[in-house]
């Protein structure tokens, strides 16, 4: 718990976001500023993007970054905003073994739940290549009975299908969907790389609200969200775009520093210091100060 963030009243869980009958929306963070910044938009829950984690530590979302590393990236996030966070835990970083230990240190450091994919480790971005194999289902199920067998019960596992992905039909993505649901999932993701919504909102249609379905409309963005709340679809997550949003806003800022030599031009167009102050309770600091540290004449 961080100290330095007011109380946030009625808050809502993260299974309270995935299973309420209206649409619900996650948005990306990647650290703890990006997560205070959601919390200030009014977001009620975060996303803790792979892409996103590992582009902000100069990694390739290859499972270059560790899981130890995301652990502690999580736990800056869950300080800085006191939001549910469901973690993008790609395929489990190995296998049964790996996954409950990174869900059970997820679980320990403020992380609500945790999504993970069906692929073999390690993983690749699902939108770079055309590489994606996909585990087994019956390896990918034990996977995801681990994880359950070892948060308990509020811990949110959300179980990633790339059948789409890696080119499979609809038939696939349903089938595996049965089963990791049979694992013991409380919820799908469905992923798709096509740039408009038909195979997802078919796969809504047809898994009729056996489960909760989460959906990432990165490459379909332009299908109004009306078409999710009419397929019943339970939650958005919008997934990497505080990230791309900083690379081009420091792009920028960094171009005109260099043109210019000087920031007098830029410092109107950023966040001012008192921003930032306020964004991370520098207030809260300085009355603890005032209780807590001797007064000196």
Not at 30 to 38: F, K, P, Q
Not at 44 to 72: C, F, M
Not at 155 to 183: K, M, N, S, T
Request: net charge negative.
């Amino acid at each position: 718990m961080n100290i330095a963030l007011p109380p946030n009243q009625a808050r809502e869980t993260l299974r309270d976001l995935i299973v309420s009958k209206g649409l619900s929306y996650l948005m990306e963070a990647h650290d703890g500023l990006s997560a205070a910044i959601a919390r200030q938009a009014g977001f009620k829950g975060l996303w803790a993007s792979g892409l996103s984690i590992s582009s902000s530590l100069g990694y390739r979302d290859a499972n270059e970054a560790s899981w130890t590393q995301v652990v502690d990236v999580v736990e800056r996030m869950a300080d800085a905003s006191d939001l549910p966070i469901l973690v993008d835990g790609d395929s489990g970083f190995g296998n049964f073994n790996n996954a409950r230990l990174l869900a059970g240190k997820l679980q320990q450091r403020g992380a609500s739940g945790v999504c993970l994919e069906d692929k073999g480790f390690p993983k690749m971005n699902s939108f770079v290549g055309n590489r994606h194999p996909l585990a087994e289902i019956d390896e990918f199920s034990g996977r995801l009975k681990a994880v359950k067998d070892t948060t308990g019960p509020d811990f949110v596992l959300v179980a990633r299908i790339e059948a789409l992905i890696a080119g499979y039909g609809l038939d696939e993505a349903l089938h595996r969907a049965d089963a990791y649901a049979d694992a013991g999932a409380d919820a799908i993701l469905i992923h798709s790389r096509k740039s408009e919504a038909t195979e997802i909102l078919d796969f809504a249609r047809r898994w009729a609200g056996k489960l909760p379905i989460v959906i990432v409309p990165t490459k379909y963005y332009k299908t109004p969200v009306s078409a999710y709340r009419d397929a019943q679809i339970s939650t958005v997550i919008w997934a990497n775009h505080n990230m791309r949003a900083a690379i081009s806003a420091m792009r920028t800022t960094c171009d005109r520093i260099m043109a210019e030599e000087g920031i007098a031009g830029v410092e109107p167009e950023v966040a001012t210091l008192e921003e930032v102050f306020g964004l991370l309770h520098y207030d809260e600091l300085a009355a603890a100060e005032d209780r807590y540290l001797p007064k000196h004449a």
